[in-house]
């Protein structure tokens, strides 16, 4: 994302796909739901682990 997340850690995981996206912060384990839209707006990069 193109933020960081309050927690400072700046990966995310995708765990669903769809109209909404589901994605976890890799540092807390938060996660959050974003329509799809509104992800592609935020979205800085994608990475493959």
């Not at 309050?6 to 807390?28: S, V």
Request: with cysteine; charged share 35%; proline share 4%.
């Amino acid at each position: 994302m193109k933020k960081a997340h309050p927690c400072g850690h700046n990966e995310w995981e995708i765990t669903r796909l769809g109209a909404d996206i589901k994605i976890k912060c890799l540092g807390c384990g938060r996660s959050i739901m974003l329509p799809r839209i509104e992800f592609n707006k935020k979205i800085k990069k994608i990475v493959k682990l």
